[in-house]
């Protein structure tokens, strides 16, 4: 019998950051937020993960971006960080992390419907289907009774959706647009661009009032540093190795599966409610992006930037 070789190795703790790390950074950010002002939060962890992997891609022998790079990368960077991320952990303040993660998964299925509307391209019966299925599940996740009379959770809930949409908008717009060959260094240019708006959006909304990092706990540290050495560069680059080592099906997953990871943290660590609605909902949601998913799998092909969230979704 022969023994696990060091690429299996490394192919097997690639998915683990991906599913777990990425899975478990919706909690690590409400931790975070607890302690840090949201938007402030997520403007220095962008800010400062963005600085350093740019310094990394340099020393590495990549070229100074171009004046059009840095633009698109920080248009691209507010969308996708400013827009997407900003305003999911802020909505992390009014709704559950396992559920927020719910919403997110979304997003898959409003990317077929923006290739529809925008680039005139028909998505295949499966992917009908999933859309079918995934808005199911939304309406299920939605109508609980608990959503009904909350108008903060309907606040967080309309601040996903702002961001779902900024998300799938971004995923066209990223593909149409000149940026770094470098995936790292796109990335990094997207943290620089999103974390600065985020840093800006933060101090107009006075979160910096009343604030000191002084007043952060270690646990409040430890969750930022966690975002930004494990969300960030670990997580990242687990994917960037993934999508040159195995089929891209595999990588897909990613999108049913850290949701999953998600709900059992926040209600096994943060006491999160389960309840067997949201249990319903999350398995036709996740459905939904499993049916549009497998359309790639048997090679019908169609220019839809499955990926292009995933590289900077959680980083």
Known sequence: ???????????????AAVYLVWGSTYLVNYIAIQEIPPFLMSGMRFSLAGGLLLGLTLLQGKPWPTPEQWKYGAITGVMFL??????????????????????????PLIIVL??????????????????AVGVAGMLLLVGQPRFHNDPQTWM???????????????????????????????????MLGGGVVLLIVGFAAGEHRGFSLLQVSEKGW????????????LAFSAFNYLLVKVAPEKV????????VVALFLGWALNGEELTY???????????????INSRFVRGRTVKLPLFSRKKTDTI
């Open 1 to 15: 019998m022969k023994g696990i070789t060091k690429d299996q190795l490394l192919l097997a703790g690639a998915f």
């Open 82 to 107: 400013a827009v997407g991320t900003g305003l999911v952990v802020w909505a992390e303040q009014y709704i559950d992390t396992g559920l927020a993660a719910l919403f997110v998964a979304f997003e």
């Open 114 to 131: 923006m290739v529809w509307m925008r680039r005139a391209q028909r998505p295949g019966w499966n992917s009908i289907l999933g859309v």
């Open 156 to 190: 967080g809930i309309g601040a996903i959706l702002v961001a779902i949409l900024s998300w799938g908008f971004a995923s066209l717009y990223v593909t149409e647009v000149n940026l770094p060959a470098s995936r790292m260094q796109t990335a990094s240019l997207q």
């Open 222 to 233: 430890f969750a930022f540093a966690y975002l930004i050495v494990l969300g960030s560069w």
């Open 252 to 259: 897909a997953t990613t999108n049913y599966v850290n949701p």
């Open 277 to 291: 609605q949201s249990i319903l909902a999350a398995i036709l949601l996740l459905g939904g992006v499993f049916f």
